[in-house]
């Protein structure tokens, strides 16, 4: 079983920067994907940002690409940077793991994602 537990979120302004942070427990942080996904009022939910058990390897949807940025660490956290935040961004964010076994890859389907965080709300106003 894995519990994933996000922070960070919060109300902003356009064009400020903030960091969300999901910390997993699990015995074996390194066999999961990570990513994190969004969904706003009315649209369906999208992957944002994803990175390989490893670290080797990340993704990033085109509207943030360039903007965000996806991290993990040793201690069973994995990040997510997101600077320049448009009002477009508003969204509750999830933190998803999928277990992976061979490749450093990562996933973008939220299907293969078996645990998923409460989600955290952020809110960039104009």
């Known amino acids: 079983q894995v519990q994933l537990v996000e922070s960070g979120g919060g109300l902003v302004q356009a064009g400020v920067s903030l960091r969300l942070s999901c910390a997993a427990s699990?015995?074996?942080?390194?066999?999961?994907?990570m990513g994190w996904f969004r969904q706003a009022p009315g649209k369906e939910r999208e992957c944002v940002a994803a990175i390989s058990r490893n670290g080797g390897s990340s993704y990033y949807a085109d509207s943030v690409k360039g903007r965000f940025t996806i991290s993990r660490d040793a201690k069973n956290t994995v990040d997510l940077q997101m600077n320049s935040l448009k009002p477009e961004d508003t969204a509750v964010y999830y933190c998803a793991a999928a277990p992976i076994r061979g490749s450093d890859g990562y996933y973008i389907e939220g299907h293969y994602y078996d645990y998923w965080g409460q989600g955290t709300q952020v809110t960039v106003s104009s």
């Open positions: 699990v015995r074996t942080f390194n066999s999961y994907a």
